[in-house]
């Protein structure tokens, strides 16, 4: 793992360093972690909305984990850190492993009480980091806290009048106890990740984080959901058949994620039939989407009963 220090306590370097880098700065109370793979566009946008939260450093640090990305990532991270040089900034880069490897390598470079996830796909609005830190100062019972994706404006892709590209929300009306929280919009206190352990490095896709909230929940965590801490999906940059690859490749981590909590996946041909009708009466791009997640899904349950 290579990793590049961009504190404004010391000039951005072009050169990346072996080891840790040591900081004499006062540890932040939050760091937000951007994992990130070949998506250097997007992780500009992503970076500059969390330059714009309310709450300023040194209150929170923004982590950047690179994936093994082939892009300018690193260049996109550097141009951001110079470009505001009043905000702590650290990049990581990591060998190509997927979501929840990148993950476990913030939490460990992370040195906040509080590790929230940002994708790179997302804006987080100017209140989100405030939000987080009031959500749980309000609830120390809480083991996290976490809200919905909306759809970020000027989405790419048609859909009919009832349906979202990016939308997710869990079914909790307004705010309340919860037993999970959405991978791209959660921040988990450090004493649970410590105490549940890292997430499932062999999952990167659909339901990915699901299988470490099986297990906090098992150990009796509780999380807060938060309707209010909404965070901006963006899907504006992505054609239909871009977005059905994407949630193919999703897809194929449900099964394998439902495997390890122990609760067998099945197919449902009758729902993902539904999802191609609707695409096709409705003239709908989220149908053909869930459509080709679906078919991820089956793609991967298949795989599995033939290593039987």
Same mark, same amino acid.
């Given at each position: 793992?290579?990793?590049? #220090?961009?504190?404004?306590?010391?000039?951005?370097?072009?050169?990346?360093?072996?080891?840790?880098?040591?900081?004499?700065?006062?540890? @932040?109370?939050?760091?937000?972690?951007?994992?990130?793979?070949?998506?250097?566009?997007? *992780?500009?946008?992503?970076?500059?909305?969390?330059?714009?939260?309310?709450?300023? @450093?040194?209150?929170?640090?923004?982590?950047?984990?690179?994936?093994?990305?082939?892009?300018?990532?690193?260049?996109? !991270?550097?141009?951001?850190?110079?470009? =505001?040089?009043?905000?702590?900034?650290?990049?990581?880069?990591?060998?190509?492993?997927?979501?929840?490897?990148?993950?476990?390598?913030?939490?460990?470079?992370?040195?906040?009480?509080?590790?929230?996830?940002?994708?790179? /796909?997302? &804006?987080? @609005?100017?209140? =989100?980091?405030?939000?987080?830190?009031?959500?749980?100062?309000?609830?120390?019972?809480?083991?996290?806290? $976490? $809200?919905?994706?909306?759809?970020?404006?000027?989405? $790419?892709?048609?859909? %009919?009048?009832?349906?979202?590209? #990016?939308?997710?929300?869990?079914?909790?009306?307004?705010?309340?106890?919860?037993?999970?929280? *959405?991978?791209?919009?959660?921040?988990?206190?450090?004493?649970?990740?410590?105490?549940?352990?890292?997430?499932?490095?062999? *999952?990167?896709?659909?339901?990915?984080?699901?299988?470490?909230?099986?297990?906090?929940?098992?150990?009796? =965590?509780?999380?807060?959901?938060?309707?209010?801490?909404?965070?901006? =999906?963006?899907?504006?940059?992505?054609?239909?058949? /871009?977005?059905?690859?994407?949630?193919?490749?999703? #897809?194929?981590?449900?099964?394998?994620?439902?495997?390890?909590? #122990?609760? @067998?996946?099945?197919?449902?041909? !009758?729902?993902?039939?539904?999802?191609?009708?609707?695409?096709?009466?409705?003239? %709908?791009?989220?149908?053909?989407?869930?459509?080709?997640?679906?078919?991820?899904? *089956?793609?991967?349950?298949?795989? &599995?009963?033939?290593?039987?």
């Amino acid at each position: 793992m290579r990793r590049e #220090g961009l504190r404004r306590s010391k000039p951005c370097r072009a050169a990346r360093q072996d080891g840790p880098v040591e900081s004499t700065q006062r540890a @932040p109370l939050l760091t937000v972690v951007v994992p990130t793979w070949n998506r250097a566009g997007l *992780l500009t946008g992503a970076l500059q909305a969390l330059g714009e939260q309310t709450v300023e @450093p040194p209150v929170y640090e923004i982590l950047v984990v690179d994936d093994g990305s082939k892009d300018d990532t690193a260049g996109a !991270v550097q141009t951001f850190a110079e470009t =505001h040089p009043e905000l702590d900034v650290e990049y990581v880069r990591r060998p190509n492993g997927g979501i929840n490897a990148a993950r476990n390598t913030g939490i460990a470079t992370a040195r906040g009480e509080i590790v929230a996830f940002v994708d790179d /796909d997302e &804006l987080a @609005p100017s209140g =989100h980091v405030a939000g987080i830190l009031e959500n749980l100062a309000a609830h120390p019972e809480a083991s996290g806290t $976490g $809200g919905p994706y909306l759809d970020a404006p000027h989405g $790419g892709v048609r859909t %009919c009048d009832q349906c979202s590209l #990016g939308a997710a929300r869990l079914p909790i009306i307004g705010a309340g106890n919860a037993t999970s929280l *959405l991978g791209g919009n959660m921040a988990l206190r450090r004493t649970a990740l410590e105490a549940v352990g890292p997430f499932a490095e062999s *999952l990167s896709g659909r339901a990915d984080e699901l299988e470490w909230f099986s297990r906090a929940g098992t150990a009796g =965590h509780r999380f807060w959901y938060d309707q209010s801490l909404f965070i901006w =999906h963006r899907r504006d940059t992505m054609s239909l058949l /871009d977005m059905c690859r994407s949630q193919f490749r999703q #897809g194929r981590s449900l099964p394998r994620s439902f495997a390890l909590m #122990g609760d @067998p996946w099945r197919p449902r041909p !009758v729902l993902t039939a539904r999802y191609v009708v609707h695409g096709v009466r409705r003239r %709908c791009g989220k149908g053909f989407i869930l459509a080709s997640r679906d078919a991820g899904s *089956l793609a991967s349950w298949l795989g &599995l009963r033939l290593k039987r």
